[in-house]
């Protein structure tokens, strides 16, 4: 058996050695979402909608760059790839027509990634269904086949795209994610997991529009694991397993009423119709439509909008448009150039009217209620069935990530067919406030997961006030969310495959300043909430190559990654007692905070994370780490026993794990812990143990690194039966960009939102 080959033990994961393996991970990449050639960020208009000629070899990234790349992320500690891939990187020409060059490119970067020791699992990543309705994921031809326009959707708002926006640069932040309420993604959504019940008139090929995009999308990702398995050295030594879909949408399966906004959509920004509205604009009409904003307490009603496509339908018009361009039949019953709801009864074109505004929230045969509940346990789990399939037919030992939703409750299949030895909880967790506003708030929150699940009667008290109840609050999510998995889906690994947060806060003013207090505060805040609620891994969003402070992951105006190349990296090894770092280089080191400046607070104002420390520099010294310190931290990576908790205080630079072990540590395999040099230099590390013998090592990294340092910093540690603990200690570092950010909480700052919380609970 391979040294790298995981096995799931209940809920954790093995390593031949029988040791508790923790998965501390990255995204790789988000350079992946985008062709690369023609090179197509999403700020590009040229050659925008010729979506059959493009090609995604080179990525996630080059081969001559590949070792760069994972070198790094290795020294940064990660042991765990979730490898993005987009049904468009395999079948962007048409329906069967897979791009083996893109699936060598990846079996060519897989191998590379072995000899860096990762465990890898694949991603068939997807944001709002495709590029071209304004996210990642399927082919343009999918758009076609759906009976959609593409071209039309920015006149209709079926769709709002950046590469059709009239200034791509302001192009609101965050607004894509809108999409999901939005028309076309309505539209594709339901046809893809409940098209046979919902919409029967929609046949293509003989076989309803459901069988025929799932068939479509399985089999494209079936023929990239066939290639991964045909190599024989990739499967079980360093893929470890298949995720089922990036983040579902469940369309407007379970919609309670047409309209209106339904309760739970919690996300409203620009423009916000309801679903009727959108296919009436879809339709040509002028319609007049609500408009939100995202305020600090989220979502509000800011006014509206005449969204007014001046007769322009979102829909194919049969007099241009050919079917016979991709080779598909589609049924007579299915008209083109009218809207596939009214085709079956739900309004009616020639009065405008809502005919059947329940129409999705009961079983058309049935008559069961629909929900968000009935579609995880229903619709999902049919589709699941049929891609597990498609993937155990290759390799029957894969691990399976099973990712329902984010924030909805798992599907009900402890003690089923389902629930197997080898399936994975895969979970996302943002915080929401922070993702949509770009700022950093450390003195309140809200418990969104409480909000959601009705703990509270008023949700005034699901506010959280204070720095350390904000930490709290997204551990304790964290951790309410790994106990559903196990209480519906039964006892078996939780991670969490994305969760992170963006670096361009506060109007970017980090690029200029150099100053990443804020980010390196709320990275380590997610982060602790990881630690503390007990998963077992999870995989950073994002790392993007390309990555620029202008454009940032050059998709939607998103600025996730952890790396750009406009950014000092993090040094390999620590300076000595009291060292001051020279002007910033790429090799330069971070000052030691000392006793003076941990005195200084954080006022209102210096949270934009402007610092008066850098007014000597010029631009091109203002680089900072990208809040490096925050998430190059210490981890287990391989335990005897069991993990029952870990965690780093980023501000003591305190690394602790506790373990129950039931036996002897063999002198040959030892625990072992991933220790960053940057906070742990070996000569001023002090370590405790409850018992047996422990040594610092550096060990380098297999593969070829091509002239980037890869060396990790490993505490290796041998103990005997019974609990045991560990501490390390390191030495304290400023964060954010080797410069004071302040430690102490502005305390009338802090009086005032405990002052807001009181009012507002009483409300």
């Known amino acids: 058996m391979s040294p790298l080959r995981l096995r799931i033990d209940g809920a954790t994961f093995r390593d031949p050695q029988n040791r508790e393996v923790t998965l501390h991970g990255i995204n790789i990449a988000g350079d992946t979402k985008l062709p690369a050639k023609p090179d197509q960020p999403s700020h590009s208009k040229e050659g925008f909608f010729d979506g059959d000629h493009v090609s995604f070899v080179n990525r996630p990234f080059s081969i001559e760059d590949a070792h760069t790349h994972f070198a790094r992320l290795k020294r940064w500690g990660y042991n765990t790839i979730r490898y993005i891939f987009t049904w468009e990187c395999i079948e962007h020409e048409g329906p069967g027509k897979y791009d083996e060059e893109f699936c060598q490119h990846t079996v060519r970067l897989l191998r590379i990634a072995k000899g860096y020791g990762f465990y890898v699992f694949m991603d068939p990543h997807q944001d709002v269904w495709s590029r071209f309705t304004g996210g990642s994921g399927a082919p343009m031809w999918t758009v076609y086949a759906c009976g959609l326009d593409p071209q039309k959707f920015h006149d209709t708002q079926a769709a709002l795209v950046q590469n059709t926006w009239p200034e791509p640069s302001e192009f609101p932040k965050m607004i894509w994610a809108t999409n999901y309420t939005r028309l076309a993604c309505q539209v594709i959504f339901t046809m893809f997991f409940a098209g046979k019940d919902f919409l029967p008139k929609c046949i293509i090929d003989g076989v309803n529009i459901e069988d025929w995009l799932q068939d479509h999308f399985v089999g494209a990702c079936r023929h990239l694991a066939q290639r991964i398995n045909e190599a024989g050295d990739l499967h079980g030594d360093v893929v470890i397993g298949y995720e089922t879909v990036n983040e579902p949408n469940k369309g407007l399966i379970g919609h309670p009423d047409l309209g209106e906004i339904p309760k739970e959509q919690n996300l409203k920004k620009g423009t916000t119709p309801t679903a009727f509205q959108a296919m009436l604009s879809g339709s040509g009409r002028a319609i007049e439509v609500p408009t939100w904003e995202f305020g600090g307490m989220g979502p509000y009603k800011s006014g509206t909008e005449l969204v007014d496509p001046r007769g322009m339908t979102a829909w194919l018009d049969p007099d241009t448009w050919d079917d016979t361009k991709y080779g598909w039949k589609r049924s007579p019953d299915w008209e083109l150039g009218s809207d596939i709801f009214a085709q079956h009864g739900i309004w009616d074109p020639t009065?405008?009217?809502?005919?059947?505004?329940?129409?999705?929230?009961?079983?058309?045969?049935?008559?069961?209620?629909?929900?968000?509940?009935?579609?995880?346990?229903?619709?999902?789990?049919?589709?699941?069935?049929?891609?597990?399939?498609?993937?155990?037919?290759?390799?029957?030992?894969?691990?399976?990530?099973?990712?329902?939703?984010?924030?909805?409750?798992?599907?009900?299949?402890?003690?089923?067919?389902?629930?197997?030895?080898?399936?994975?909880?895969?979970?996302?967790?943002?915080?929401?406030?922070?993702?949509?506003?770009?700022?950093?708030?450390?003195?309140?929150?809200?418990?969104?997961?409480?909000?959601?699940?009705?703990?509270?009667?008023?949700?005034?008290?699901?506010?959280?006030?204070?720095?350390?109840?904000?930490?709290?609050?997204?551990?304790?999510?964290?951790?309410?969310?790994?106990?559903?998995?196990?209480?519906?889906?039964?006892?078996?690994?939780?991670?969490?495959?994305?969760?992170?947060?963006?670096?361009?806060?506060?109007?970017?003013?980090?690029?200029?300043?150099?100053?990443?207090?804020?980010?390196?505060?709320?990275?380590?805040?997610?982060?602790?909430?990881?630690?503390?609620?007990?998963?077992?891994?999870?995989?950073?969003?994002?790392?993007?190559?390309?990555?620029?402070?202008?454009?940032?992951?050059?998709?939607?105006?998103?600025?996730?990654?952890?790396?750009?190349?406009?950014?000092?990296?993090?040094?390999?090894?620590?300076?000595?007692?009291?060292?001051?770092?020279?002007?910033?280089?790429?090799?330069?080191?971070?000052?030691?905070?000392?006793?003076?400046?941990?005195?200084?607070?954080?006022?209102?104002?210096?949270?934009?994370?402007?610092?008066?420390?850098?007014?000597?520099?010029?631009?091109?010294?203002?680089?900072?780490?990208?809040?490096?310190?925050?998430?190059?931290?210490?981890?287990?990576?391989?335990?005897?026993?069991?993990?029952?908790?870990?965690?780093?205080?980023?501000?003591?630079?305190?690394?602790?794990?506790?373990?129950?072990?039931?036996?002897?540590?063999?002198?040959?395999?030892?625990?072992?812990?991933?220790?960053?040099?940057?906070?742990?230099?070996?000569?001023?590390?002090?370590?405790?143990?409850?018992?047996?013998?422990?040594?610092?090592?550096?060990?380098?990294?297999?593969?070829?690194?091509?002239?980037?340092?890869?060396?990790?910093?490993?505490?290796?540690?041998?103990?005997?039966?019974?609990?045991?603990?560990?501490?390390?200690?390191?030495?304290?570092?400023?964060?954010?960009?080797?410069?004071?950010?302040?430690?102490?909480?502005?305390?009338?700052?802090?009086?005032?939102?405990?002052?807001?919380?009181?009012?507002?609970?009483?409300?």
């Open 351 to 763: 009065s405008d009217t809502l005919l059947k505004p329940n129409y999705f929230a009961k079983h058309p045969s049935t008559g069961e209620e629909v929900d968000p509940e009935y579609f995880i346990n229903n619709y999902f789990i049919d589709y699941y069935r049929k891609y597990r399939h498609a993937i155990r037919s290759l390799w029957p030992e894969a691990m399976m990530f099973f990712q329902p939703s984010p924030f909805d409750i798992p599907p009900r299949i402890k003690g089923t067919d389902i629930d197997e030895n080898n399936l994975v909880f895969a979970s996302h967790f943002y915080d929401g406030i922070t993702l949509i506003t770009k700022k950093w708030n450390r003195y309140w929150n809200v418990d969104v997961l409480g909000v959601l699940r009705g703990r509270y009667s008023n949700p005034a008290f699901a506010l959280k006030v204070g720095e350390q109840a904000v930490r709290n609050c997204f551990r304790d999510q964290l951790s309410e969310i790994r106990k559903e998995g196990y209480e519906y889906m039964g006892s078996h690994p939780c991670i969490y495959t994305e969760i992170g947060i963006p670096y361009d806060m506060n109007d970017k003013q980090s690029y200029t300043t150099g100053d990443y207090f804020s980010q390196s505060l709320a990275i380590d805040a997610n982060h602790f909430a990881v630690e503390g609620s007990k998963a077992q891994g999870y995989t950073w969003w994002v790392y993007t190559a390309s990555n620029s402070h202008y454009w940032g992951d050059n998709w939607n105006g998103e600025d996730l990654s952890i790396y750009c190349s406009e950014d000092r990296q993090l040094p390999t090894s620590a300076p000595a007692p009291g060292e001051l770092s020279p002007a910033p280089s790429a090799s330069s080191l971070t000052p030691r905070v000392s006793p003076d400046n941990l005195k200084k607070t954080l006022s209102v104002e210096s949270m934009s994370a402007s610092r008066s420390s850098f007014s000597g520099r010029t631009p091109a010294e203002k680089a900072g780490f990208r809040a490096a310190e925050a998430f190059v931290r210490p981890y287990p990576i391989a335990l005897h026993g069991k993990l029952d908790s870990y965690g780093f205080d980023l501000k003591q630079s305190l690394f602790t794990v506790s373990l129950t072990s039931t036996s002897q540590v063999p002198n040959e395999a030892p625990s072992e812990m991933f220790l960053p040099a940057f906070h742990f230099p070996a000569q001023q590390t002090h370590v405790e143990v409850s018992s047996g013998k422990w040594e610092i090592r550096t060990l380098e990294v297999e593969g070829e690194t091509k002239g980037e340092d890869a060396a990790v910093q490993v505490l290796r540690w041998w103990y005997g039966a019974g609990e045991q603990k560990i501490s390390v200690r390191g030495v304290k570092r400023q964060r954010g960009a080797g410069i004071d950010g302040g430690e102490a909480e502005d305390e009338g700052y802090l009086k005032q939102y405990i002052e807001m919380g009181k009012q507002c609970a009483v409300m």
